[in-house]
């Protein structure tokens, strides 16, 4: 088994931060910031998984049609949401220097990769808008993914921005993580993910 370095992780108040994901030494970049509480609202039952891939020239149409036929409701929260996903694109391809990207946003209500993990893509974009943040280990957890008692967990806040190395970049670097255990909570999340487009096979 791959036994992973301890991450070094920057977290900062500003966007800038997220462009350290570029040093060999880190394995998460952390933007903190606040999100509308707003964005709470846009949860909902009816609504279905966005999951797209589209040049980062032609997103801001795309995925409004997208959020539509999903179900998102019209208005100044949607606006806002599709805003802030095309900001967070922008920013993530000029860092990444790419120009396709896969997107995928979804209401969370269960364990969804509920494992401790390293992604096998280049790097992710995670943001939650809504609900409990997704869970990082740090410090000596960190060096092992199949840990059954992991210590040094975090936890990134509601609108927190992370850019999480995978094992596509660096085998030894990656980001371990998962999503908060919320199965039988009662808790919902409304997260979105964004990654360089996919190879085709």
């Known amino acids: ?111 969804a990769c509920r494992k401790f993990h390293a992604d096998y893509v280049l790097a992710r974009l995670i943001t939650t808008y809504a609900g409990r943040g997704t869970q990082w280990l740090d410090g000596e957890s960190a060096g092992n993914c199949d840990c059954a008692a992991p210590h040094d967990v975090r936890e990134m806040r509601a609108g927190d921005v992370a850019i999480l190395k995978g094992r596509n970049w660096d085998e030894e670097r990656a980001a371990i993580h998962r999503s908060p255990p919320i199965a039988g909570t009662g808790e919902e999340r409304l997260l979105l993910t964004i990654s360089p487009e996919r190879p085709a096979n």
């Open 1 to 111: 088994m791959m036994m992973l370095q301890f991450p070094r992780v920057l977290i900062a108040g500003n966007a800038g931060s997220l462009a350290a994901i570029r040093d060999p030494d880190i394995s998460i970049a952390i933007w903190e910031r606040t999100v509308q509480p707003a964005f709470a609202g846009l949860l909902s039952s009816r609504l279905l998984p966005i999951q797209m891939t589209s040049d980062i020239g032609d997103l801001a149409a795309a995925l409004t049609h997208a959020t539509q036929a999903a179900g998102y409701p019209a208005g100044g929260i949607r606006a806002a949401l599709e805003a802030d996903i095309v900001d967070l694109a922008s920013r993530f391809a000029s860092i990444m220097r790419i120009d396709r990207l896969d997107i995928r946003l979804d209401r969370i209500t269960g364990d």
